[in-house]
């Protein structure tokens, strides 16, 4: 995917932290922030003790943290940070993929791999830009629909077929796509994406869920109007059909 050439737009400076215990680490990630062309001022800790004490004194806009370190670590960090008024986005760099799902609970921006390839950070940083320094909102495009899913899983970008998907799920600001035993990120929001998928078999069935009606083993009511959704994922999972959505769903299987 490209992303913006920095050269020929104008971009906010971005004050970034680097959180790594190990020091190479930190002057790589630097170097490469350097060569995505970005106009960063950058800063170190090599402790999540020190980063935390850096960021009570100063604002950042993005911390790029490590995962594993002595002490507390880049999770926990971004708890306390969760906390704060006005947080500075958090981006995980790390060499394990198994921490993916609960950073991403954490409304981290982004979870990058080591050694961080320059394009892929250019994307982070975009991710950064917009978050952190959102452009008005415009009208949004008419999408044509699609027949294979890009997503997000390890740094790559791959394309899975729709008959895959179970359902998808709005986490804040991120959107999680699920198949029968994965867990994958997408670059859509839930709105841009309920217009890329056929509709049917998927369905809006609650601000949080779009659901693969295929992929419905079992419908029974809940309570006040709510219906409950089984779908054939490994742990059987259960969505909410919310009321405004009830009738949408019952219109579409003629219940």
């Given at each position: 995917?490209?992303?913006?050439?920095?050269?020929?737009?104008?971009?906010?400076?971005?004050?970034?932290?680097?959180?790594?215990?190990?020091?190479?680490?930190?002057?790589?990630?630097?170097?490469?922030?350097?060569?995505?062309?970005?106009?960063?001022?950058?800063?170190?800790?090599?402790?999540?003790?020190?980063?935390?004490?850096?960021?009570?004194?100063?604002?950042?806009?993005?911390?790029?943290?490590?995962?594993?370190?002595p002490?507390?670590?880049?999770?926990?960090?971004?708890?306390?940070?969760?906390?704060?008024?006005?947080?500075?986005?958090?981006?995980?760099?790390?060499a394990?993929?198994?921490?993916?799902?609960?950073?991403?609970?954490?409304?981290?921006?982004?979870?990058?791999?080591?050694?961080?390839?320059?394009?892929?950070?250019?994307?982070?940083?975009?991710?950064?830009?917009?978050?952190?320094?959102?452009?008005?909102?415009?009208?949004?495009?008419?999408?044509?629909?699609?027949?294979?899913?890009?997503?997000?899983?390890?740094?790559?970008?791959?394309?899975?077929?729709?008959?895959?998907?179970?359902?998808a799920?709005?986490?804040?600001?991120?959107?999680?796509?699920?198949?029968?035993?994965?867990?994958?990120?997408?670059?859509?929001?839930?709105?841009?994406?309920?217009?890329?998928?056929?509709?049917?078999?998927?369905?809006?069935?609650?601000?949080?869920?779009?659901?693969?009606?295929?992929?419905?083993?079992?419908?029974?009511?809940?309570?006040?109007?709510?219906y409950?959704?089984?779908?054939d994922?490994?742990?059987h999972?259960?969505?909410?059909?919310?009321?405004?959505?009830?009738?949408?769903?019952?219109?579409?299987?003629?219940?």
């Amino acid at each position: 995917m490209s992303g913006i050439n920095p050269a020929t737009v104008s971009l906010p400076t971005l004050r970034a932290l680097i959180v790594d215990d190990e020091e190479p680490a930190t002057i790589e990630l630097k170097y490469r922030l350097q060569e995505t062309g970005w106009p960063v001022q950058v800063s170190v800790a090599l402790t999540a003790t020190d980063a935390l004490r850096l960021i009570r004194q100063r604002e950042f806009d993005v911390v790029f943290l490590d995962i594993q370190m002595p002490g507390l670590t880049g999770l926990e960090l971004a708890e306390v940070l969760a906390e704060f008024s006005r947080p500075p986005v958090v981006v995980f760099v790390t060499a394990y993929d198994e921490y993916a799902v609960r950073a991403f609970e954490l409304r981290a921006a982004d979870y990058l791999l080591k050694p961080v390839r320059v394009e892929r950070l250019i994307e982070t940083l975009e991710r950064v830009r917009e978050r952190r320094y959102p452009a008005p909102k415009a009208e949004p495009p008419r999408f044509q629909l699609i027949d294979r899913l890009p997503v997000e899983k390890s740094g790559r970008t791959l394309l899975i077929d729709l008959a895959e998907v179970r359902f998808a799920e709005a986490h804040d600001e991120l959107v999680m796509v699920k198949t029968y035993d994965q867990v994958y990120t997408v670059r859509f929001t839930m709105n841009e994406l309920e217009a890329r998928l056929p509709n049917p078999p998927f369905l809006r069935i609650h601000r949080s869920f779009i659901v693969n009606l295929k992929r419905v083993v079992e419908i029974r009511p809940y309570f006040n109007g709510v219906y409950l959704l089984k779908v054939d994922d490994k742990e059987h999972t259960e969505l909410t059909v919310s009321r405004g959505h009830v009738r949408s769903l019952r219109n579409l299987l003629g219940i």
